[in-house]
């Protein structure tokens, strides 16, 4: 790797503290003076947060602090593995972390929130909703506002039946790591990392569901600034619903990241994705 790829995608490091949030297991960074803001990131489906290590790199670089969680049923947070009972639970757990975010730094310092595949669902589902969260811009990757992933039709009908019936009745999620990642260091790392998930729960799947049609359906509410890093090989999230739902959102910056899969982040190119994410907060 040459000196300036090294320096686009420096490689994690460990988080400053895990404080408990809500119940959530969380890690904080902070950068070494004064943060200039905030940044909460929120997972994707089936993985966790220390996932992101290398990105808390890239946020603290620029000089400020970062806040990861572990959503509700993922990693080291409480809860059935991949199931939720209702979608707002997810929404009123990131409203709590944001608040414990804002203590991170100065008051009146800009607070972004940064979302990945179900994160971004999580993220926008806020942003859109009767009581929008208070930040200064957002970052989605990947956002699952629909699925490109074949799934056959009598597992979705099963998964429908099973919401009102068995909720947490769990199928396999047909996640791969070639469909994750091109880089084949970062698929290793996945296939070993025991606190991912494997299974999807019948009733986060309808909650997702209804998640990602209310958002569709109510885009143009979101009143902040929204970056949108879509993968454009993405063989899970479905790019198109993305760029189609990105149209309706005022302000919104769309990146259409060519040749790319799912992990934005993860992706042999993830300095460039880097580079954005370092503009956004540059500019918040």
């Given at each position: 790797m040459s000196e300036t790829t090294a320096a686009a995608a420096p490689g994690p490091i460990p988080p400053s503290a895990t404080p408990t949030i809500g119940g959530l297991y969380a890690e904080q960074f902070l950068p070494a003076g004064t943060p200039k803001g905030v940044v909460v990131v929120t997972h994707g489906y089936a993985e966790h947060c220390g996932r992101y290590r290398e990105l808390a790199h890239v946020i603290v670089g620029a000089g400020w602090a970062a806040l990861t969680y572990d959503v509700r049923g993922h990693g080291q947070s409480p809860g059935v593995r991949g199931f939720i009972d209702r979608f707002d639970a997810y929404l009123d757990d990131l409203a709590v972390v944001q608040a414990a975010a804002a203590k991170l730094v100065p008051a009146g310092a800009p607070i972004v929130l940064l979302g990945h595949s179900h994160g971004s669902l999580i993220t926008?589902?806020?942003?859109?909703?009767?009581?929008?969260?208070?930040?200064?811009?957002?970052?989605?990757?990947?956002?699952?506002?629909?699925?490109?992933?074949?799934?056959?039709?009598?597992?979705?009908?099963?998964?429908?039946?099973?919401?009102?019936?068995?909720?947490?009745?769990?199928?396999?999620?047909?996640?791969?790591?070639?469909?994750?990642?091109?880089?084949?260091?970062?698929?290793?790392?996945?296939?070993?990392?025991?606190?991912?998930?494997?299974?999807?729960?019948?009733?986060?799947?309808?909650?997702?569901?209804?998640?990602?049609?209310?958002?569709?359906?109510?885009?143009?509410?979101?009143?902040?600034?929204?970056?949108?890093?879509?993968?454009?090989?993405?063989?899970?999230?479905?790019a198109a619903r993305s760029k189609t739902v990105a149209a309706k959102v005022p302000g919104a910056t769309y990146h259409d990241l060519v040749g790319l899969k799912h992990e934005v982040f993860n992706e042999t190119t993830r300095g460039q994705v880097f580079a954005e994410v370092k503009r956004v907060l540059a500019s918040a």
């Open positions: 926008l589902r806020a942003l859109c909703g009767d009581r929008p969260p208070q930040v200064k811009a957002a970052i989605v990757s990947s956002p699952y506002l629909g699925l490109r992933l074949a799934v056959p039709g009598y597992r979705k009908v099963l998964a429908r039946v099973a919401s009102r019936l068995v909720p947490r009745l769990s199928q396999p999620n047909a996640l791969r790591v070639e469909d994750l990642t091109s880089d084949r260091a970062k698929q290793q790392e996945r296939l070993a990392d025991k606190l991912c998930l494997d299974i999807a729960t019948a009733r986060w799947f309808t909650e997702s569901a209804a998640a990602q049609d209310y958002v569709a359906a109510h885009a143009a509410r979101i009143k902040v600034p929204t970056t949108w890093l879509v993968a454009g090989a993405d063989p899970i999230a479905d």
